[in-house]
Every structure is written in structure tokens, then in C-alpha cells.
């Protein structure tokens, strides 16, 4: 332990940490001296903030990074906001090397400030476009990633290949791999899923890279993930790529929201249907700025086309990363005068008097009286139809099902 005389006017002027621990009950008198303590800032490295404290001026030239990484902390710890920037600018500029080869000890901290931007920045770009930096390093552990969890969505190829590598035994040819092999792959795998990564991950990207790997991920996990990914692709924005939607390319319909509609109507709320293995076909029987908006030729195109008696009755809207639903107790749709399409208790109801506009009653709306109006640019009408399978008796072919 080492003193320091200071004045406490001064000590609280310059840092927030002082200003908060020299007022009140935390202050600590003996002999007409208060005293602080602090067992995180070695004595050297305190010499050095309290010289800058009085001066406004610091020596970084002669400072290794060791010892610029304490007064970093020490300078976060005391909220010294002009010296915090200075000396993480000082790191990314004149000391790269050392940051290089440092970055598994000091990651952690590193990450879990969020004052420390600057350094944040230089990692995550340099191991976005390099991820050899800490994959091929001797003392890399799955607890790293852990740390960029929040913040790179580029690693996953990097997080497969990484796992394989720890079992040898394994060879390039999964299709060798047995039971016992795949096993030990999961348990290894899952010491690393960066699952906030995966969050931030766009659908394409992530059917790309992640629904494959699902048989050694946590079903949990991945339901999760896969429900946000789904909700977050029935935006009006999102382009998907995907082989499997190809019949939704030029359809307002894309296939995250065919996979939610038919785990709805089926209601697997908890465990939603694979977007390859929806058990329906969606076949597109009127398009408004195709067909046009007429509340008659609605009728007399789709009247006959739904089955009014089925209980799996529900309302639904898809929203920029939102997907609401919800399920009625009376018919799913009925024919009103003057207008279109009208679902539930009126609780969806289009083209009133022929206006191209629909009246919305929102589930999440107390006043229930309240309806919610949005203009249409377009408008689609599908007939859902149970996809043919075939008896487990005799191969005879079973007729579909309609929706």
C-alpha cells in the first residue's frame, strides 16, 4: 500500500469515481485526512493517473502495452473519459502488434466495457476479415466467443471447422462419421454457438450456415432462433435467396411466412414446422394488380374455394420483424355487403364500398371498438391444400386436404 496526497477538491472536479466516493457516508476520516482505498490500481499505475489528474498531460512514448492496458482500466475504473480515449486511440495506433498478440488475455475485459468502443471496433474488423487471428492461436478457448458473441455474425464456418478439428479421429468424409462421432461433435460444437451472433444473422445467412447444423444444436436454442429468424423475414423488405422459395419469388408471400401460416394452422406454436417440410401447397388463385381490387370478382373467384366449418380459424399480420396472429372462436371468413374479403368478427375487412383499403383490429389494441386502416397496393389469395401422401397400407393415394 501506498499514500497519495491529493486534494479532494480537485480530485472531484476531474473524475466522477472521486465525486461519487468523496461525498456522503463513504468518506473515511482519520486525523483531519480522508482516505480512500482501491485495490484495483496498482500504486505505479496511480502515480501516473494523479499526475495527469493535476496536469492534464500524460506520457504514453515509454509505456508498454502492459502496462498502457492498466491505465486503461485504471482510467475506465475512475471514469477519466479525455485520458479513456486518448490512450485507447494511443493502442490502436502505435501498438497494434501487441494488441494482436494479446488479444486472448485481455478479450474478455475488453468486451465487457462498453466505454472501450475504439478497441472493440479494431478487434471486431480485424477478426471479421481475418478469423485465423484467434482460431489458430495455441490458447484459443470457446469461452472467446463468448465474448464477441454480440458482435460477429462471420465466424460460424470458422466455428464448425474448429470443432471438427478438436476430435482427430475425424476425417473430412462425415459420411465415415458413426454414431459415436456425431455425438462428440455436438458436445464439442455447442461449447461455442455464438447464439446472439446467430440473432443478428439475416435468413438467408442463416439457412445457409445454420439449418444444416441443426442435429447437433440445441433444439431449445434453435427453436428460439429459428421463430426470431422466421418473424424477422416477413418484413416487405427482406429478399431471400433460398432454392426452396423458389414458388414464392415473385409473390408478396415469401417462404418464412408460409412456414409460420402452416405451423399455425396446425398449431405447433411450441415446435414449428421446418421451412422443408411444410406439409401444405400454397397455390395463388387472385392477385389484386393482377385480377384487381373488386369485392365481387373476390367472391366470385375464392367463395367456393375455402372450407367455412374448420375450428383452425385465425387472423395474422406480418409486420418488419413482427408476425402477430390470432385465433378465433366463431368462422374464419364471411361475406359482408359492399365488401371483400371479411375474416372473424369483423376483425379483418376489406375493400368497404370497393376502396382499396382494409380495416385492421389489432390484438394488441385495448379499445377493441378501435380499427386500425391501411391502404392496399396489393393483395393475394391463396388456397391452402394438405400436399398428397400416401396410405401406410397400400399405396393408393389419399385426396387433399383444403384449407
Wanted: hydrophobic share 35%; net charge neutral; aromatic share 14%.
Amino acid at each position: 500500500m501506498k499514500e497519495f496526497p491529493a486534494h479532494s477538491l480537485i480530485l472531484r472536479s476531474r473524475s466522477p469515481w472521486f465525486k461519487e466516493n468523496l461525498s456522503g457516508n463513504k468518506v473515511k476520516t482519520t486525523y483531519d485526512k480522508i482516505i480512500l482505498s482501491n485495490e484495483n490500481i496498482s500504486p505505479s499505475t496511480f502515480e501516473i493517473i494523479l499526475k495527469y489528474i493535476y496536469s492534464g498531460k500524460i506520457d504514453l512514448l515509454n509505456c508498454n502495452g502492459n502496462q498502457s492496458f492498466d491505465l486503461l482500466f485504471a482510467a475506465e475504473e475512475l471514469k477519466l473519459t479525455e485520458l479513456l480515449e486518448y490512450i485507447q486511440e494511443n493502442l490502436v495506433q502505435k501498438q497494434i502488434d501487441w494488441m494482436d498478440q494479446n488479444f486472448i488475455k485481455y478479450h474478455e475485459k475488453i468486451f465487457n466495457y462498453e466505454s472501450l468502443k475504439k478497441l472493440k471496433i479494431h478487434y471486431i474488423s480485424k477478426i471479421s476479415n481475418n478469423p485465423s487471428l484467434i482460431f489458430e492461436t495455441n490458447n484459443f478457448s470457446p469461452i472467446i466467443l463468448i465474448s464477441l458473441d454480440n458482435y460477429l455474425e462471420s465466424l460460424w464456418s470458422f466455428i464448425v471447422n474448429w470443432a471438427r478439428f478438436q476430435i482427430p479421429k475425424l476425417g473430412n468424409q462425415v459420411s465415415s462419421w458413426n454414431k459415436k462421432d456425431w455425438q462428440e461433435f455436438k458436445y464439442t460444437l455447442n461449447q461455442c454457438i455464438p447464439w446472439n451472433s446467430i440473432m443478428s444473422m439475416n435468413w438467408n445467412e442463416f439457412h445457409d450456415l445454420l439449418i444444416p447444423c441443426e442435429p447437433f444444436l440445441s433444439e431449445e436454442k434453435f427453436d428460439v432462433a429459428l421463430k426470431h429468424q422466421l418473424k424477422k423475414a416477413c418484413g416487405s423488405s427482406t429478399v431471400i435467396n433460398s432454392p426452396i422459395s423458389i414458388q414464392f419469388n415473385d409473390t408478396i408471400l415469401n417462404i418464412c411466412h408460409a412456414t409460420l401460416l402452416t405451423s399455425w394452422i396446425d398449431r405447433k406454436d411450441d415446435v414449428i414446422y421446418r421451412p422443408t417440410e411444410i406439409p401444405y401447397e400454397f397455390k395463388l388463385i387472385l392477385r389484386g394488380r393482377r385480377d384487381g381490387f373488386s369485392p365481387d370478382l373476390f367472391h366470385q373467384i375464392c367463395d367456393w374455394k375455402f372450407d367455412r366449418t374448420t375450428n383452425d380459424c385465425f387472423v395474422f399480420n406480418f409486420d418488419d420483424e413482427k408476425a402477430d396472429f390470432n385465433r378465433l372462436d366463431r368462422f374464419a371468413i364471411h361475406k359482408k355487403s359492399g365488401y371483400g374479403p371479411c375474416f372473424g368478427d369483423d376483425d379483418l375487412s376489406a375493400f368497404p364500398d370497393g376502396k382499396r383499403s382494409i380495416y385492421w383490429k389489432s390484438i394488441h389494441n385495448s379499445n377493441l371498438n378501435h380499427l386500425e386502416i391501411f391502404q392496399v397496393v396489393d393483395y393475394e389469395v391463396y388456397q391452402i391444400i394438405g400436399k398428397l401422401r400416401k396410405s401406410n397400407s397400400n399405396s393408393r393415394v389419399l385426396s387433399h386436404e383444403k384449407r
